[in-house]
């Protein structure tokens, strides 16, 4: 991380409103991070593939927030801070009504309700007008639910809209969100960065009910006379269109160029790079990025870091409640590539990049009485690696640009082990960021190049002075070798699993469990 703080030019604030909590940060124009602030945020899990926030939690997290950090700095560096830069959980919404009052829980993106609309609705017409491919993340499945079940719902609503959206609505009184924030709800014809009639007509809402579209790194409004006066800043200040939390990532990583990745190894774990054109593809998803014009190719595998606390706090040591468990990855270290032949798929919470299957699940194939935790363990964190050697292939092929390094973030990367792995398997050197909350990072590059922090309005160029780098993992090549003959026999699984899937869902389906499932612990 940047050790030394800028004593000179603007400081400004970036709020990331996330799945498991809302943070706060004080950044500078070098990137350096001056004061961190964050606060929980309940999830709620009413019925199995159900999650849902209170969406009043989103403004009171936010405020207590940034209401801390600003409290930590001097008079004189107060009067520095110049912007709020705003990131959010792509995909998650609310219906509110005229006084930002919810009408129900805001549904998120990894809520899994909406497998009967997703195949009613989804399509190939439909991806290429939103660059959405027919999923669980985009709102507009769930929308649609809620419309066919919740029918009185949005006729009631004055706004429907994301998470940035009501937060910068709490800050300005203004329904407004970035085009690359609102992008993610799936409602958008993308190549227009304007809402499709078609779209919305799907997910049962009107354009009136949306939120004004602002382009990404402008100014939305002013921030509240009230708020100035509460939190004791000398003028009122800009709110700064940002965007969506994975576009973020790559903005705070300074992948800003075909030829640099981004990889989130996260609770789920996404990666992506820059293009200057659209292109609709079955294997990526593409969104609107925070530089203006510009389009991010994205891939997501929703079991992460996730899968890796499953295993520890399901089948790990039960004293460490599925914190990381640094025994089991001297052990697992100890193993070789392939594990012995145990193999993952590791689709527990479905599976979007490459096949987007709703009812996909999870299998661990090849066990032998000779095999031990510590083998399932590190398949585990085999297979997400050969999940992403696949999509990044994929992206690659999209771009028509070979990948010259691929720049790394989320806790996955606290982890030597799954980083080797990672670079072994998709051998390509990875180089770790610093900055732990790197999407309040991008959202920060935003709101420097809204205010022309670097001398313009180039968010690359902003990127650029702001992000920080720490070590970089090369391939072991001979590692990578084996790697790619397990790969070859990882990826027969879900062709010659599929019907069974389906199978299996028909099955629960028709008997439902009444358990209510838990949240693992996500941090590896």
């Not at 085009?179 to 919305?200: H, K, P, T």
């Not at 002013?222 to 509460?230: F, G, H, Q, S, T």
């Not at 939190?231 to 939390?245: C, H, M």
């Not at 599976?351 to 699940?361: F, H, I």
Request: aromatic share 8%; charged share 20%; with cysteine.
């Amino acid at each position: 991380m940047n050790s030394k703080k800028s004593t000179e030019g603007p400081l400004v604030i970036s709020i990331d409103s996330s799945t498991t909590s809302t943070k706060a940060i004080v950044v500078d124009v070098t990137g350096y991070v001056w004061e961190t602030s964050k606060r929980n945020i309940q999830l709620h899990t009413p019925a199995m593939d159900f999650y849902e926030h209170n969406p009043i939690r989103w403004w009171e997290t936010t405020k207590a927030c940034v209401g801390e950090v600003l409290s930590k700095l001097s008079t004189k560096d107060r009067d520095r801070v110049s912007a709020i830069g705003i990131t959010h959980q792509r995909e998650s919404f609310a219906p509110f009504d005229k006084d930002g009052k919810p009408l129900r829980n805001g549904i998120l993106w990894l809520d899994g309700r909406a497998t009967k609309q997703i195949r009613a609705y989804g399509s190939a017409h439909i991806h290429d007008l939103s660059g959405k491919p027919p999923g669980v993340t985009p709102g507009i499945y769930k929308m649609a639910w809620v419309k066919e079940n919740e029918t009185e719902i949005f006729k009631e609503a004055y706004k429907v809209v994301d998470v940035l959206s009501y937060i910068t609505w709490n800050l300005t009184g203004r329904w407004a969100s970035s085009v690359a924030a609102a992008d993610s709800l799936g409602l958008l014809d993308i190549r227009n960065f304007d809402y499709s009639d078609e779209l919305l007509a799907i997910a049962g809402v009107r354009r009136d009910q949306m939120a004004e579209l602002v382009p990404p790194a402008e100014v939305i409004e002013m921030l509240k006379p009230e708020l100035v006066a509460e939190w004791n800043l000398s003028k009122s200040i800009p709110i700064i269109a940002g965007l969506g939390d994975g576009q973020a990532a790559g903005i705070g990583a300074a992948a800003v160029s075909p030829d640099v990745a981004f990889l989130n190894m996260g609770t789920a774990v996404n990666a992506g790079v820059e293009s200057p054109i659209y292109k609709c593809d079955p294997v990526f998803r593409t969104h609107v990025s925070g530089i203006k014009g510009n389009f991010v190719f994205e891939v997501l595998q929703s079991s992460g870091s996730y899968l890796a606390g499953w295993f520890r706090q399901s089948l790990g040591d039960p004293k460490l409640l599925g914190e990381p468990d640094l025994k089991l990855d001297q052990e697992a270290s100890k193993i070789p590539p392939g594990c012995e032949g145990l193999v993952t798929l590791p689709y527990w919470n479905a599976v979007q990049s490459p096949y987007w299957d709703p009812v996909a699940r999870g299998a661990v194939v090849g066990w032998r009485g000779t095999h031990s935790r510590a083998h399932m363990y590190r398949s585990i964190l085999e297979s997400i690696g050969f999940e992403m050697k696949l999509n990044l292939e994929s992206i690659q092929k999209g771009t028509g640009i070979r990948l010259q390094s691929v720049r790394a973030m989320g806790g996955g990367t606290r982890s030597k082990l799954w980083r080797q792995i990672m670079a072994d398997i998709i051998g390509i050197p990875i180089t770790v960021c610093l900055e732990d909350e790197i999407s309040a990072l991008g959202a920060a590059v935003l709101a420097m190049a809204g205010i022309k922090a670097h001398g313009s309005h180039d968010v690359a160029n902003a990127a650029k002075h702001m992000a920080n780098f720490g070590d970089t993992i090369e391939p072991n090549l001979e590692q990578s070798q084996i790697y790619n003959e397990v790969a070859g026999i990882q990826r027969q699984l879900y062709p010659q699993l599929k019907d069974v899937f389906e199978q299996l869902h028909a099955l629960s389906e028709k008997y439902p469990s009444a358990t209510k499932p838990e949240s693992p612990k996500a941090e590896l």
